[in-house]
């Protein structure tokens, strides 16, 4: 595993660790004349966890998408470690392998069990060793707390379980930054705690996380930093006590008064 | 076998039924040749054919308007046109276009009529199983294939490690009904004389006289090809059935 200076080449050589990781600056994106992202700016340190929270339909999945270039976009740039996603002549796999995301909805293939899920990718997209592979898969299903579960199909596990195992699909691809998209919006109450231990204990070991979450307790323990989106812009952001003890923007409050 | 030679042998001498391929040795022999012509073309074609839609299915998803086009003509030509008429010109058209080679005094084509059926047969069926792969690969949900790009997949790869094979599972009902289509028209390489069973039960009856008894034979012997195939597609499909999944 290179160190994530060091990989890469091209546009993301010059990357240093005292540069933000992930850095978005007055990026545009419009579906046909829908335009969802109207100049949004942020930027994400190493080691950092950051929350985007807003009302539906703010934008807040598009521009996460935006970052590991799930969506293109129209204006402006988003650099991962240095590495220009706003370029036709992006080297995807490059940024894919520093970037990981988890999915609302898990997305596991539901033809692999859940240990040849987190497999899958570094024995074929990476072309790692079979046998490394494995050992690091299994290390991935302790951290996330699936042990015996490996062999189970995810039509045979709980929501809460499969989400787990997307996580640690996407680890097992040893990214630099994790996207989560509202990873916890179709769990059971129950099933929430255990998916945001794993997150959370990510960000206590140093992963950088970008998260959109409706989990504001969780969103004030874990996050360094809270974006507030609404209608495609950042409207208010801040340290989560200034932000959720001390938000100056009406719409932020009222948000927050619905929400809390 | 003794008994059963001499059991069709009394039928005949008694009842006229003539079922010669069971008692006499050169036509059991040209019988049994011809099964296994017949359950080669058949395995070639499925498997050509199955070729032939995995690729063709995947083209149809390309960026490329010329790739898309093509297949595209590729599919209503061979959906629209009599499957006879396409062995016939793929042997005496394309066949004659074809180079051959100096074998002794005479022209033998590299590709003979065993080829041709396989080549032609094998793009007629693969049309329709382009089709149903494609039918199949929109059933796939796009978040699943999204999945697979943030990992880091291209697009081939991830249409063959999970578009694919989830796209195969759904369509197998419908690729099951066209390969048993297949199977039943592999009997039309006797047009270009391969000796498969349709062609030597037909040299069999000019030779013998025994038109009724052969159509009989020919009945219960792809009665029981279709069977197996069925058999085994089925032990596949259950094989591949996911546990907890649709
Ligand atoms: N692929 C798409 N094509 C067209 N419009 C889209 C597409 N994806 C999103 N949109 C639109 O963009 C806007 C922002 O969507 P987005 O999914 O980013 O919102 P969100 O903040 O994540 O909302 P939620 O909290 O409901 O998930 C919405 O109006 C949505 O309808
Ligand atoms: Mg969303």
Known sequence: ?260 | MELFGDYFKQLYDTSGWNFVIFYDQVEWQRFVEAIWTTIKLIIACLIFSLIVGFVGAWAQGAQSKIVRNVIAGYIQFFRNTPPFVQILFFYFVLGNLTPSYDAGGYQEAYIGSFGWAVISLGFFAGAFNTEIFRSGIEAVPESTVEAASALGYTRLQSYIHVVFPLAFRVCLPALNNNLVNLLKTTTLAYGIAVPEMMYTANQIWSDNVNVPEMMIVLFFFYVGLVAILVYGMSRWERSMKIPGYG
């Open chain 1, 1 to 260: 595993m290179a160190s994530p200076s060091q990989s890469g080449n091209g546009s993301g050589t010059n990357w240093t660790p005292d540069q933000p990781m992930v850095s978005i600056k007055d990026v545009h994106k419009s579906f046909g004349d829908l335009e969802v992202l109207k100049g949004v700016s942020l930027d994400v340190m190493k080691g950092e966890c950051i929350c985007i929270i807003g009302p539906s339909g703010s934008g807040k999945s598009t521009l996460i998408r935006c970052v590991n270039a799930l969506n293109d976009i129209q204006q402006g740039s988003i650099l991962v470690e240095g590495l220009e996603v706003n370029d036709p002549n992006l080297d995807k796999l490059e940024l894919r392998k520093k970037v990981g995301m988890v999915f609302q909805q898990y997305n596991l293939f539901p033809h692999k069990t859940a240990i040849e899920n987190i497999m899958m990718a570094p024995i074929t997209v990476l072309k790692q060793d079979k046998d490394e592979v494995a050992e690091h898969a299994n290390s991935l299903i302790k951290k996330v707390r699936l042990e015996g579960k490996e062999n189970s199909y995810p039509g045979e596990l709980s929501g809460g379980q499969q989400q787990r195992v997307a996580i640690a699909r996407s680890l097992a691809m040893s990214p630099d930054v994790m996207l989560f998209d509202e990873v916890t919006a179709a769990l059971d109450p129950e099933t929430v705690k255990e998916v945001l231990n794993t997150i959370q204990e990510l960000a206590e070991e140093g992963m950088t996380c970008i998260l959109v979450t409706h989990e504001m307790g969780f969103a004030r323990e874990v996050a360094n930093h809270i974006y507030f989106t609404d209608f495609g812009l950042i409207v208010e952001h801040g340290a989560p006590a200034t932000f959720f003890d001390d938000a100056k923007d009406p719409r932020t409050k009222e948000f927050l008064s619905q929400i809390l």
